[in-house]
């Protein structure tokens, strides 16, 4: 069982960063792939970028691609995502995700445990 707190959003300018943070309990959170999903209004979840156990493989979104990075530091249970260059098409609750599934994973149904979500809004 793993139980996920995201932190971090918040209302930014255009252009603007954000890291949102994932805590997670448990002592086997360096087992699980880690990943982002956000949902926007009206629109169904999508998903922003996922990490491996070990930090070896990471994936992306084509949306955000070069402006989103995501971490994560085991010894803290805890994973990241760098925002840059934020737009207000990033608007959107979002959530992380573990999956015990190998690889970093881009579909959600892979996703065993998720957090209640951080709202990140920007204006523009």
């Known amino acids: 069982q793993v139980q996920l707190v995201e932190s971090g959003g918040g209302l930014v300018q255009a252009g603007g960063s954000l890291r949102l943070s994932c805590a997670a309990s448990g002592r086997t959170f360096s087992s699980y792939q880690m990943g982002w999903f956000r949902q926007a209004p009206g629109k169904e979840r999508e998903f922003a970028a996922a990490?491996?156990?070990?930090?070896?493989?990471?994936n992306y979104a084509a949306s955000v691609k070069g402006r989103f990075t995501i971490s994560r530091d085991n010894a803290k249970n805890t994973v990241y995502l760098q925002i840059n260059g934020l737009i207000p098409e990033d608007t959107a609750v979002y959530y992380c995700a573990a999956s015990s599934f190998g690889g970093a994973q881009t579909n959600a149904w892979m996703y065993q445990y998720w957090g209640q979500g951080t709202q990140v809004t920007v204006s523009s």
């Open positions: 990490i491996n156990w070990s930090a070896s493989t990471t």
